[in-house]
């Protein structure tokens, strides 16, 4: 009997040993095909209306910019195919008695001098807001963009108050639009 026990502890680890191995799978990967979505109708951006008090020269202004999507205008296409309908922009500024001091509206064609053919064939005018008073200006951030996507053109648009408009693309870092009393370095 003394001789069982150490031939069944043996064949107890053997049998542990190979029930431990582990069987070889299958290298078959089952994926599902990607279908890519077909476009849908025409995408809009969605209607924009900001309205902003400033002083300016001394008197008092009231800055409206209303962005709106224009069935008028071409439309433009992604890489999917995807159709989407571009903006009209209308910016009217106003004296504090109501009077119309600068009222035009803007297309992407406003800034064709400024884009690529890229934004130009596939962009949008996105981004219009009313961006801060300097000196003798009032400016405007502006925007023409790939739909959908976060590749766009940034540009300054500034009136004069002669009413007439300069226009520049945007070169200025984001680090650099920051306020330096907003940033917290203390590492806390």
């Not at 008197?59 to 962005?67: G, K, L, P, Q, S």
């Not at 064939?121 to 976060?150: H, M, T, W, Y």
Request: charged share 30%; aromatic share 10%; hydrophobic share 35%.
């Amino acid at each position: 009997m003394k001789r069982l026990i150490p031939f069944v502890a043996i064949m107890l680890l053997v049998g542990a040993v190979a029930s431990c191995r582990s069987k070889k799978k299958p290298e078959v990967i089952i994926a599902t095909k990607y279908e890519k979505p077909a476009p849908q109708g025409p995408i809009r951006t969605d209607d924009y209306k900001d309205t902003k008090p400033f002083e300016w020269l001394g008197a008092d202004y009231v800055c409206t910019i209303e962005r709106l999507a224009d069935d008028s205008l071409p439309m433009v296409k992604d890489e999917t195919g995807q159709a989407f309908i571009d903006n009209r922009v209308k910016v009217t500024i106003s004296s504090s008695d109501g009077s119309v001091f600068f009222n035009r509206t803007f297309t992407k064609a406003s800034f064709n001098s400024y884009i690529d053919d890229g934004f130009r064939k596939n962009g949008i005018l996105e981004g219009f807001v009313f961006d801060k008073v300097e000196g003798n200006e009032v400016r405007f951030a502006c925007s023409v963009s790939l739909p959908q996507s976060d590749e766009y053109i940034p540009l300054v648009l500034a009136v004069t108050r002669t009413g007439s408009i300069s226009i520049a693309r945007d070169t200025r870092l984001d680090a650099e639009l920051e306020d330096p009393e907003e940033t917290d370095d203390s590492g806390v």
